[in-house]
């Protein structure tokens, strides 16, 4: 097309005088108006945690959502940043995005949304507005005539229900499958499962019965890879909606999850999410760079192996006990917790209060507010913090998958200073 500038050299003539005006782009009226400063940032740009005066921390934690959760792999920086420049639809972008995840992840449908618990919002919307435009707007403060009951086990109750229960439906929790069986009435919208926690009912039980019932079953398994299979495992065996949040294992943008199933129901969800102004989800948006950030994420966790990774975390783990063996009455153990959370290797060291004397909680604000800072576990020197986790007082839990290369060693070291330092 003679006489038309391409959107490409457009872009990268963009830095100099402003251009405005509509130039036909691909056939395409496009308004044009960029700011005539020419960048004089290092390629790297300001880092602004220093700025802010925010410490970066070593993070022997774990993927827990108040430590930032984890880092992208380069490539998935990368594929952030190159999104960043340019302007697409936005729903455009999530069709596109959705389809190609349901392919890569092989079950009906997919969307990008702002987290697991995002995910948990719009996919109690979708069960409760399914076939029902007018009830997308009156969510949650008109049920009127609407479903509001969702079964879940008295055990799966957790810190994140909150979520589903911002649709304004309420939970009936059942203990054994006969009482689940009795629980299904005419105003059951959904039943949900919490993947990682103590299962009385099986999940073959559970979705079995609720399709029995005809009604959609969600399984929430945020922090349930490794392994990979996990992505399609749930919804192959029959939950109609799973979650998996982006940030945790997975790597990609903390602000992401997938929620994966049936399809009308995600078609569903999607009406119920941003950028559809009017909706429960309207607050949730994701960003084009979010979508595409997880999208990488996908992609780059597919190419991972599991044996792989977990020989890492293990080399990570005794790389680690095999600086501190030689203190004192110090054991270690590699502990990959039973549950289908955090399914990693981690390291457990216990010791002999009566040689080394502090507390695991102790050791624990000695390491954060060390140099550097680093974060361990929260389950150590207490009770339990995360499914599974071993606690105790005389207990220090080290989350070897999310350290950084060459973290395992200033970890080992600065354990090794502070429980030296405590013998009596
Ligand atoms: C982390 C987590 C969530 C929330 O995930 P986000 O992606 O941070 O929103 C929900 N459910 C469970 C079980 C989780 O572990």
New binding site residues.
Partial sequence: MAGTISRRKLLRTGGQAIIAGSVAVGGTPFLAARSSSKSKLPAEGVDYYQKLGVTPLINAAGTY?VLT?SIMPDEVQAAVALAAKNPVNLNELHDAAGAYLAKRLRCEAALVTA????A?VVGTAACVTLGNESAILNIPTDMNGLKNEVIVQKSHR?G?DHAIRNCGVHFVEVGTLDQYEQAFNDRTVMTHF?N?GEDHISREDWVRVAHKHGVPCFN?A??DVPPISNLWNYTQMGFDLVTF????GLRGP?CT?LLLGRKDLIAAARKNNSPNSNTIGRGLKVAKEEIVGLVAAVDWFLSQDDAVMEAEYRKRAERIAGQLKTIATVQTQIFVPPVA?NHVPHLLITYDQNRIKITGAEVMEKMRHGNPRIELNPSTGGDPASAGLPGGPNTIVVGVWMLQPGEDLIVAKRLREVLQAAIG
């Fill in positions: 959502t959760a987290g697991a618990a995002a948990l957790y994140y919490f990682a929430d945020a922090a949040s982006g940030g945790k903390q999850g959370a």
